[in-house]
């Protein structure tokens, strides 16, 4: 019985007891009891202190029975389900019983109250019906108490698979149904079934939970019951960030039992509190993981390089002081700009600047100062970090006075600091040779990637796919101008959402980049991000792609971190702008050649070559599809009367009103002279029908001079023709023109 509830029963009546007996009228006597689901007395409670009232006949020990009479109030109420409240047949006895259901209805326990008759002067009734926010004050109180308790044991783990197998343990053995699980979330708060514990047992094929998370996909996990109460969830997260989701799950061989609102309540609770515990060991477990990789690739590095990288030098120079002069506080301050991760901070040249670490660097020696902070009287150190080449920075230690490092201890923060700036020189020398030849690489492999496709599509994929591996930017995007128009069209970009996008010219900080057609860097400063409407971002970076002297686009590159760009980034984007344009102008003219190359001159319409070219393809992969041959009725006659110059704008017309009625992957052509052509994959001869007798009676109706056309219709399946050529179906289409010319003209015949 109890255990279909949440806790157990007598920990959580000990709980509602305590708000219950608070409402119970002063030194009155009375008996509070708590009974099984078949009546058994599971706890008793006097309502008095020092109460010595005790109702004659009955026994109130512990295992005993109330529901020896079935008409008991224990009865009662476990039968119906309802409170009941009744006056004793033997002494004057006021019983009262509330039973605790389950969301089935069954009565799973009773809680019982019994006091003189003589002693209840009030509405017994309605003090019954009250209890029901008491019990619900009491099931919050044993949840926050039962959740303390857990986040309390959280505590004594350091790594998360430890603490989620208590976790979930925990939680397990409180609510006692089905099995309790953790399940890894992505940043997108969606699960990663790879990574959970649980506490189902280990067995053949996949688990429970693992079937629970299949039927999830990539949804996105919020706090939910589902599966007829079956199945609880919540998601735990830790400064808007998803760590893991909490299962309550109930499995196929448990079908008669259901989660009801206590055990969401207390899975929420336990979820929210544990958060921070559990964010606290995988930053922990990140940490350790992060250490012994450095500590791996340092070890790696100082046997085969030897201190050749600039992080490591920075790191080695504080963490050796910090070590020496745990009690000082330690400043690096460098005249070069670095990406290391180690804290430091610029050196100030002021004129009115006569810091400490200034002197040091100016002078290149150590300077000793005292000073007060604060009413502290402080010793300030600052050695310069001198290289072969020069000084590169200074390292300062400011301590308590009575703290400060001595004589001999000063000299050696000279050694170390002189030591330091050698090393970070050689790392610094070679950190940029690396950069060169990096940068070198990548533009070699650019130069020869673009130099290999003259396909407009495949240079732009590349060009941005090679943007976001070079800068690691949130966003990338290349910009063509739209001839004649001062907006800029979106033509590809790392955002799927961006591209065809439209951007005016004007607008800020495009328009900086296009106003000079010089390279763009932007810092934002403070915490708003540049309000663009491509992207948001803290750090922007734009080249313009200039063609010919003229702005034909812009390659940019953005981020939401602050200063995340580099000079060098900025030089890098420039050279690859300058190969992007020549890229992208040789692709536009081989595509300007490749159309002219199919495209008719006067009409616009495909050539005759391009025509037989696509009829040969579908004959090959489509099943059926129809052709049509027009000619333009006493054409010579409108050349003779008008002008071949009027001739040339009818041939035109007709070519526009065929245009406007066929599908775009409908083929148009000019056959020759006044003769037209239109191909239609997968189009059978009844609808190629109606689209010719369309375009005739359009022809007649809105072409100036008015003139009419002929059309000749053939078409071929595949079932009927399979050895079918295009000599045939052009031939029979001909014929069928023949007949039409011949019966009148203004007509269309069918082969």
């Given amino acids: 019985m109890s255990s279909k509830m949440l806790g157990k029963l007598e920990t959580v009546f000990s709980y509602m007891a305590h708000f219950i007996l608070q409402s119970w009228p002063e030194k009155r006597p009375g008996i509070l009891f708590l009974t099984d689901s078949v009546g058994r007395l599971l706890n008793v409670i006097r309502m008095q202190v020092g109460q010595t009232w005790n109702p004659n006949g009955l026994d109130l020990q512990k295992g005993s029975s109330l529901c020896g009479d079935a008409r008991s109030p224990v009865s009662r109420a476990l039968r119906r389900g309802e409170i009941t409240v009744c006056v004793a047949d033997s002494g004057p006895l006021v019983w009262g019983a509330f039973p605790l259901c389950e969301r089935d209805g069954r009565a799973r326990a009773v809680i019982g109250m019994l006091a003189p008759q003589t002693e209840v002067d009030f509405d017994f009734c309605s003090f019954m019906r009250g209890l029901e926010p008491l019990i619900r004050m009491g099931y919050d109180a044993y949840i926050q108490h039962a959740t303390s308790e857990i986040v309390m044991n959280l505590a004594r783990h350091d790594n998360t698979k430890d603490l989620l197998t208590s976790l979930v343990g925990q939680i397990a053995d409180i609510v006692e149904k089905g099995y309790c699980s953790a399940v890894r979330l992505t940043e997108a708060g969606t699960l990663n079934s790879r990574e959970l514990v649980t506490t189902e047992p280990a067995g053949e094929g996949d688990c429970h939970i693992k079937q629970v998370a299949a039927r999830l996909g990539e949804r996105m996990i919020t706090p939910s019951v589902w599966d007829e109460h079956r199945t609880v969830v919540f998601p735990i997260s830790c400064e808007n960030r998803p760590l893991y989701a909490l299962f309550l799950h109930l499995p196929p061989d448990e079908p008669d039992c259901v989660y009801d609102e206590r055990d969401v309540a207390f899975l929420q609770e336990v979820g929210e509190k544990a958060s921070y515990a559990l964010w606290r060991t995988m930053v922990a477990d990140a940490l350790r993981r992060e250490a012994t990789q450095k500590d791996l690739l340092y070890q790696l590095m100082t046997r085969i390089q030897a201190s050749i990288d600039v992080e490591d030098v920075l790191s080695e120079i504080v963490t050796s002081i910090r070590k020496l002069y745990p009690t000082a506080f330690v400043e690096l301050f460098l005249t070069v700009e670095t990406n290391a991760t180690t804290p430091v901070k610029p050196l100030s040249f002021q ?401």
Avoid at 353 to 365: F, M, P, V
Wanted: proline share 4%.
């Fill in 351 to 751: 004129d009115d600047d006569a810091s400490t670490s200034t002197r040091a660097y100016l002078e290149g020696r150590l300077v000793v100062d005292c000073e007060e902070r604060d009413g502290i009287p402080m010793a300030v150190i600052a050695a310069p970090l001198l290289g072969k080449q020069g000084i590169y920075g200074v390292l300062q230690l400011t301590a308590e006075r009575q703290a400060a490092p001595g004589p001999q201890e000063t000299e050696y923060v000279s050694i170390l600091a002189e030591t330091a700036g050698k090393a970070f020189e050689n790392a610094q020398l070679y950190q940029q040779s690396r950069n060169l030849i990096r940068e070198l690489r990548l533009i070699n492999e650019m130069a020869r990637q673009l130099n290999r496709s003259l396909n407009l599509k495949e240079i732009l994929d590349f060009v941005t796919k090679m943007l976001l591996e070079t800068f690691s930017a949130e966003f990338v995007a290349i910009l063509r101008k739209r001839p004649d128009e001062d907006r800029f069209e979106v033509i590809s970009s790392s955002l799927p959402a961006c591209h065809g996008r439209l951007v005016s010219a004007s607008e800020k900080p495009l328009a900086d980049a296009v106003a000079g057609k010089q390279v763009l860097m932007l810092a934002q400063p403070g915490a708003k991000p540049l309000p663009f409407s491509l992207k948001p971002c803290a750090s922007l970076m734009g080249v313009p792609l200039v063609v010919e002297g003229e702005l034909g686009g812009v390659l940019l590159a953005a981020d939401s971190r602050h200063h995340f760009f580099g000079f060098d980034d900025y030089k890098l984007l420039e050279i690859f702008g300058q190969h992007v344009s020549l890229a992208m102008t040789n692709a536009m003219l081989h595509n300007e050649v490749e159309r002219m190359v199919i495209t008719d001159n006067l009409t616009g319409l495909y050539t005759r070559r391009h025509l037989n070219d696509c009829v040969r393809s579908s004959l090959e992969k489509d099943c059926y599809g129809s052709l049509l041959l027009i000619d333009i009725d006493y054409f010579k006659t409108v050349n003779d009367t008008y002008g071949h110059q009027v001739g040339d704008e009818v041939l035109l017309q007709v070519s526009e009103l065929i245009r406007r009625n066929i599908r775009e992957s409908d083929i148009p052509a000019r056959w020759g002279g006044e003769e037209l052509a239109i191909y239609l994959p997968r189009v059978d001869k009844a609808t190629a029908h109606g689209i010719a007798e369309r375009i005739r009676s359009l022809v007649e109706a809105e072409t100036t001079p008015r003139v009419t056309i002929s059309c000749g219709l053939a078409a071929w399946s595949r079932d009927l023709q399979p050895q079918f050529s295009v000599e045939e179906l052009f031939h029979q289409a001909d014929v069928a023109l023949y007949e039409a010319k011949n019966k009148g003209r203004n007509q269309v015949i069918l082969a």
